[in-house]
């Protein structure tokens, strides 16, 4: 059984940081692409930051910069951490996974929130 568990998330002013992590049960994230998504009161879920089995990263525009994805393959853990945040950032956040030859994100969390204000 997988089960992705996200915690980290907070209430920050403008500039301030966060760093979320992801424990998966039930998968190794070295074996998976991961992703971290979120979304914003009345918008669409957005993919905000990629990583690949080989380690290539990915970031959505309104994050290059600022966010980093990472992931602790001795923890099993996926990490986000956001720098400098706005408000627009405010949204619940959650991690996915993507088994390999699968074209859409297959595991996802629960998420946890962040709000800047």
């Known amino acids: 059984h997988v089960q992705l568990v996200e915690s980290g998330g907070g209430s920050v002013q403008t500039g301030g940081s966060l760093r979320l992590s992801c424990a998966p049960s039930?998968?190794?994230?070295?074996?998976?692409?991961m992703a971290w998504f979120r979304q914003s009161p009345g918008k669409e879920r957005e993919g905000v930051a990629a990583?690949?089995?080989?380690?290539?990263?990915a970031y959505t525009d309104s994050v290059k910069g600022r966010f980093t994805i990472s992931q602790d393959n001795a923890d099993n853990t996926l990490y986000l951490q956001m720098n400098s945040l706005k408000p627009e950032d405010t949204g619940m956040y959650y991690c996915?996974?993507?088994?390999?030859?699968?074209?859409?994100?297959?595991?996802w969390g629960q998420g946890t929130q962040v709000t800047v204000s």
């Open positions: 996915a996974a993507r088994s390999r030859g699968v074209p859409q994100y297959n595991y």
């Open positions: 990583i690949r089995r080989d380690d290539l990263t």
């Open positions: 039930g998968l190794s994230v070295s074996d998976f692409s």
